[in-house]
């Protein structure tokens, strides 16, 4: 944990760019904290999640306790943790654990596509991920402080032009990321 996966979960959360992450098959143990790091989470039909440390004597880690009060409440995620049950993916997808849930020969082209529309999106996304995920531990004033510092940054990029004019325009914008 010191030397590995912690260090591992830190850099993608202070990644600059959006994650996706696609589950396919079991997410269980520190491959659960893996795939509650991404910004959007797609996963296969036959998929599920699965907090098994109490069945050998572990607690969670990588993340997980910080992660699923924060994602799914208290009670579920005490519930995921204490009872080590499943967690199938349409429940996931309920609970607000994960975005979506598709058949499982569509999983990799789901999240391709949601990779591909983030990849080409603008150099904003870094900024409202960043802004997400600090969310989760700032007061309000300081979150309101920080965006207001964001939308400056951004408000001065040229995919913010770009944005502008395509929308008076009325044609889709073609971004840059810069």
Not at 33 to 39: E, N, R, V
Not at 124 to 150: F, N, P, V, Y
Request: glycine fraction near 8%.
């Amino acid at each position: 944990l010191e030397s590995v996966y912690n260090p591992f979960v830190k850099s993608l959360r202070d990644y600059p760019l959006p994650i996706v992450t696609a589950v396919n098959g079991v997410a269980a143990g520190v491959g659960c904290s893996l795939a509650l790091m991404g910004d959007i989470i797609v996963c296969a039909e036959s998929a599920y999640f699965l907090q098994a440390f109490r069945r050998i004597g572990l607690v969670p880690d990588g993340g997980s306790t910080y992660l699923l009060p924060r994602l799914i409440g208290k009670a579920r995620a005490m519930e995921m943790a204490l009872m080590g049950e499943k967690v199938p993916a349409k429940t996931a997808v309920d609970w607000g654990l994960a975005n979506r849930v598709v058949p499982d020969d569509q999983l990799m082209a789901t999240a391709m596509e949601f990779a591909h529309n983030l990849a080409t999106g603008p150099k904003a996304l870094g900024a409202i991920r960043k802004l997400m995920w600090e969310s989760l531990d700032a007061e309000w004033a300081d979150q309101l402080h920080a965006e207001r510092l964001a939308q400056k940054h951004a408000g001065r990029t040229e995919d913010n032009r770009e944005g502008i004019l395509a929308f008076l325009q009325k044609r889709p914008a073609l971004f840059k990321g810069r």
